[in-house]
């Protein structure tokens, strides 16, 4: 490594007179302030010797110097040079310091040590030729022969039946030398020239020394770490060359033996940890992966790793390695658990403890809630004082009952590491039912417009309630759930209320003279093929007695948006890599170099924003990729105001 030092001065001469001084003894010295000083290069001691470890010695020389100041000289080992630095001999450290004596007369001169190593190779004379490299601060010794010089280190090492003109094999530096368990190569595959000159033929061994014939081996190594020696035979002359070193370690691969990972309820971080041993006991490390993707960094190191916030069950990897031997990466898995919900009460169905064409005398309590996760029903309010009982599947039976209001609640289970339970409370109103007649309410399901459209368009369902005997009808609920391909946009309804979190129209009264009403509820595609969607009656007051028409069904077909049109998001994208549709499209988006584009998730959160949208979005947030699923953007076009498109955008993942 050539390094740039500059000249150095140093003046030991007072403070008080020290110009002065200096002037007289640069006038009686005759010397300059350093320029035109030249460097050169003698091999003041040619040859070293193994044999003692006898030090040769180069000597760098400065003519024309300025006194009292030293001179960085800095050099290079010439590449031809036929020893090994640090092997054969002390590595040289460039630059050398020179210093200018007050009456060396502008000369002054510092050696080079050649110290020789021992070593066990076999092999013959080697040099070390060092040259002088230009700079600024001195000129080179104008005769070329004077800018480098050789010193020779004299073998000690070459036995009897060495042929001494027959050089190493060449080494194939492309080779591996390190493995990961066990070794299975053939050494002659590590020489460039196995045949090696006329008449010789390449021998290995496992002494450096060549006449160490119960040493010698066969090629083919199998689970062999250690140092080989390789060297060319001559059959005529009956002697070896020098000796070619190659030494191969073998390795082992960590086995991961345990991983752990704390659950998550709701939302939060995660401690991971790790075990892994190795046969040879040697340090093991960690790597920590977001994806099995063998191009992905790592995302921490450690035998343990925390999460970033989390808010849903996630996969992380990790892989153990020793000594550059990496065990395949092993799925650790966080789950989330989701804080249980108890669900939406539907309350106001009243039922009767007696017979009667009025109602109902017996319901299950499941059914009265919507949405809930897994839990357990107890009695709160009981006008029986204790006759009324939670039956199988939770089946409650008023026949016999008092009348009152009574009160049931509903507590989930613990999910997980989730501690706290949610509850909801249902109402019962139990009565006296009188018989009256049956009715006939008759209920039919429309769409307006066409039965196909594309995902993202909006659709508008009619739904109908006919009074077919004319009679006065009270407490009418017809249930319309949307199916989830539906997102609920707004309802409007002629006579009641529509619930769009129940899926409830409830009517309170129809008299003789309303003859038809009807809810328009509007929603969004986004979902594709084709739909069905149903509206049926739950119940009234007097009970329908004609079930043949107290529900109607619709179908509509939803097909994906042809993405052909500038302005439009291609909103079904599939980042998984595969080099198609990995990213989300703006049709024609160099068309709108000034847009802005927001993309949000179900709970109002920005996961992503960009101005001058171009296309190259593939779906991953801060935390990385973001979960499939759909998500809703705000698309500005021209980045003013005047052309904004609101929509929905689906995630498509493998997982």
């Keep these: ?3 740039r030092l500059k000249t150095t001065s140093s003046t030991p001469c007072a403070a008080m007179g020290r110009g002065r001084i200096l002037i007289i003894l640069f006038l009686l010295l005759g010397i300059g302030v350093g320029f035109g000083q030249t460097v050169s290069i003698t091999a003041s001691e040619p040859n070293a010797s193994e044999a003692g470890l006898t030090s040769g010695e180069f000597t760098i020389s400065v003519t024309g110097g300025t006194a009292l100041t030293t001179v960085e000289v800095f050099f290079e080992v010439d590449a031809s040079s036929t020893s090994t630095p640090g092997v054969d001999y002390t590595t040289l450290s460039s630059p050398v310091s020179v210093f200018i004596p007050l009456l060396g007369g502008g000369n002054g001169s510092e050696t080079l040590d050649v110290d020789v190593l021992q070593d066990a190779l076999v092999e013959f004379d080697e040099t070390v030729i060092v040259n002088l490299l230009e700079d600024d601060d001195y000129d080179l010794a104008p005769n070329p022969a ?21 050089a190493a094999p060449n080494l194939d530096a492309t080779e591996p030398t390190v493995f990961c368990e066990a070794i299975f190569v053939d050494l002659d595959n590590y020489v460039n020239n196995v045949n090696g000159p006329g008449g010789t033929q390449l021998v290995w061994s496992r002494n450096p020394s060549p006449d160490n014939v119960d040493d010698q081996i066969d090629s083919n190594i199998e689970d062999g770490s250690g140092v080989y020696y390789g060297f060319y035979y001559d059959n005529a002359n009956d002697c070896y060359g020098a000796s070619l070193e190659l030494e191969l370690e073998r390795n082992f691969t960590p086995t991961i033996i345990e991983t752990t990972a704390e659950q998550i309820c709701g939302s939060g971080t995660s401690v991971l940890t790790v075990t892994a041993e190795v046969e040879d006991l040697s340090a093991i490390t960690y790597s920590w992966f977001d994806s099995l993707d063998t191009n992905a960094s790592p995302i921490a190191t ?35 658990n989701n804080e249980p919900l108890a669900g939406a009460p539907i309350d106001g169905l009243p039922l009767c403890n007696i017979s009667s064409d009025e109602g109902l005398n017996s319901l299950d309590l499941d059914d009265r809630l919507i949405g809930q996760d897994p839990g357990t ?14 039956g199988a599947e939770n089946v409650v039976d008023f026949t016999g009952l008092p009348s009152g209001d009574y009160v049931f609640e509903y507590t989930t289970n613990t999910v997980g590491n989730c501690t706290e339970t949610a509850s909801a409370q249902i109402t019962i109103t139990v009565q006296d039912c009188i018989s009256n007649e049956a009715i006939d309410l008759a209920i039919t399901k429309t769409v307006e417009g066409r039965s196909a459209y594309l995902l993202g368009e909006e659709i508008v369902f009619v739904i109908n309630v006919e009074n077919v005997d004319e009679s006065l009808v009270m407490d009418i609920v017809v249930t319309d759930m949307l199916d989830e391909n539906f997102e609920f946009l707004n309802a409007e309804a002629t006579l009641g209320n529509y619930d769009s979190g129940t899926g409830e129209w409830t009517i309170p009264e129809m008299t003789p003279t309303d003859l038809n009403e009807t809810l328009t509820i509007t929603v969004r595609a986004i979902g594709a093929g084709d739909i069905p969607n149903t509206a049926a009656l739950v119940s009234s007051v007097p009970v329908d007695g004609n079930t043949e028409n107290n529900s109607g069904t ?34 024609g988006d160099h068309l709108f170099p000034n847009n802005a584009f927001e993309v949000f998730d179900r709970y109002g959160n920005s996961v992503f924003q960009m101005d ?19 998500y809703f953007y705000v698309l500005d076009l021209n980045g003013d105001g005047t052309d904004v498109l609101k929509g929905w955008i689906q995630i498509v993942r493998d997982n």
Excluded: H
């Design 302 to 336: 450690g035998n343990t790793f925390e999460t970033g916030e989390l808010t849903e069950t996630t996969s992380f990897y990790v892989s153990a390695a020793s000594n550059e031997c990496a065990s395949e990466r092993e799925e650790v898995v966080v789950t989330v």
């Design 554 to 587: 619709i179908s509509v077909n939803v097909n994906r948006s042809q993405c052909v049109y500038p302005g439009t998001i291609c909103n079904i994208f599939s980042p998984n890599g595969d080099g198609y549709n990995d990213t989300l499209t703006l049709v």
């Design 146 to 166: 004077n800018r480098t010089a050789t010193v020779t280190i004299v073998s000690d090492d070459v036995p009897d039946g060495t042929c001494t003109n027959l």
């Design 612 to 630: 001058g949208y171009d296309s190259s979005w593939d779906g991953t947030g801060k935390n990385g990729d973001l979960p499939k699923g759909t």
């Design 377 to 390: 029903w107890t009695i709160i309010t009981d006008p029986s004082n204790g006759n009324v009982t939670i």
């Design 1 to 3: 490594m050539q390094a």
